[in-house]
């Protein structure tokens, strides 16, 4: 079944408001390649001005985090409302620094993938292993239980529209990124999970990237991959030129 291929940027805590718009400016047209989706996920304070920007072309904006419940008592929380409000349509969950950093269980991370569907946004569920993960043979069991996680009470065609981000940790921002074939390894399996959670039909239909020191260097080589579907991309994700050969690297 044909997936159409996704490039996803990361931004993390990086960029201004007036940088995010010039950033957007420049990858205007470029960044807008035929068969393949394009999603800038900035920091909140980004989001008005880049969705606004984002009008009319083809490249969809993304936050980086929601908050599970849609309003309350929880200060400095950003709910799945106010993003779906705003326009924004994909939202990263799960991110492996809001794991480690935030405190984010499976448990958690699931409460929001159920809050993005609610209001209409995609979320992109990130798993991933740490290096003693891999080291004791963990990898495809810690992925497997953070993937099962995170689709729990899910229908199969909620699953389907899901996109997985397949980041292992340690490839994160060292610039040591996994192999392709290791990649294609571990992915294939996540994509085996979703069939026994659901069926064949949605296992096919669900994308699944990789992340973890993508750069335009070795974007084509993931993507040549039978069951890596795109990338998501922190650091080459900041820059114009770069951010526009990562969505080319996905044709
Ligand atoms: O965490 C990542 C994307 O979410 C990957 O970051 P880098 O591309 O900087 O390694």
Same mark, same amino acid.
């Not at 940027?9 to 201004?16: C, D, E, P």
């Given at each position: 079944?044909?997936?159409?291929?996704?490039?996803?940027?990361?931004?993390?805590?990086?960029?201004?408001?007036?940088?995010?718009?010039?950033?957007?400016?420049?990858?205007?047209?470029?960044?807008?390649?035929?068969?393949?989706?394009?999603?800038?996920?900035?920091?909140?304070?980004?989001?008005?001005?880049?969705?606004?920007?984002?009008?009319?072309?083809?490249?969809?904006?993304?936050?980086?985090?929601?908050?599970?419940?849609?309003?309350?008592?929880?200060?400095?929380?950003?709910?799945?409302?106010?993003?779906?409000?705003?326009?924004?349509?994909?939202?990263?969950?799960?991110?492996?620094?809001?794991?480690?950093?935030?405190?984010?269980?499976?448990?958690?991370?699931?409460?929001? /993938? /159920?809050?993005?569907?609610?209001?209409?946004?995609?979320?992109?569920?990130?798993?991933?292993?740490?290096?003693?993960?891999?080291?004791?043979?963990?990898?495809?069991?810690?992925?497997? /239980?953070?993937?099962?996680?995170?689709?729990?009470?899910?229908?199969?065609?909620?699953?389907?529209?899901?996109?997985?981000?397949?980041?292992?940790?340690?490839?994160?921002?060292?610039?040591?990124?996994?192999?392709?074939?290791?990649?294609?390894?571990?992915?294939?399996?996540?994509?085996?999970?979703?069939?026994?959670?659901?069926?064949?039909?949605?296992?096919?239909?669900?994308?699944?990237?990789?992340?973890?020191?993508?750069?335009?260097?070795?974007?084509?080589?993931?993507?040549?991959?039978?069951?890596?579907?795109?990338?998501?991309?922190?650091?080459?994700?900041?820059?114009?030129?770069?951010?526009?050969?990562? /969505?080319?690297?996905?044709?």
């Amino acid at each position: 079944m044909a997936r159409t291929p996704i490039i996803a940027g990361n931004w993390k805590m990086f960029k201004t408001v007036s940088e995010a718009v010039s950033f957007f400016n420049e990858v205007k047209g470029g960044a807008e390649v035929d068969g393949v989706e394009s999603v800038i996920c900035a920091p909140f304070t980004n989001l008005p001005a880049l969705v606004e920007a984002a009008k009319g072309t083809k490249i969809a904006i993304g936050a980086q985090n929601l908050h599970f419940e849609d309003n309350g008592a929880y200060t400095g929380e950003i709910s799945g409302v106010m993003l779906a409000d705003l326009g924004v349509k994909y939202v990263i969950v799960g991110h492996s620094e809001r794991r480690a950093y935030f405190g984010e269980t499976d448990e958690i991370v699931n409460k929001k /993938v /159920v809050a993005a569907f609610k209001h209409g946004l995609t979320p992109i569920l990130c798993v991933g292993e740490k290096l003693e993960e891999r080291e004791a043979g963990e990898t495809k069991n810690v992925c497997k /239980v953070q993937t099962e996680g995170g689709l729990k009470g899910l229908s199969a065609e909620q699953a389907a529209k899901t996109v997985i981000a397949y980041e292992p940790i340690w490839a994160i921002g060292t610039g040591k990124s996994s192999t392709a074939g290791d990649a294609e390894d571990v992915i294939a399996y996540i994509r085996e999970v979703v069939a026994s959670l659901y069926d064949q039909a949605t296992a096919d239909a669900v994308r699944i990237q990789y992340g973890g020191s993508v750069k335009p260097a070795n974007v084509q080589e993931y993507m040549g991959q039978a069951n890596i579907d795109g990338a998501l991309v922190g650091g080459a994700s900041l820059e114009p030129a770069s951010y526009i050969a990562l /969505v080319e690297g996905a044709k």
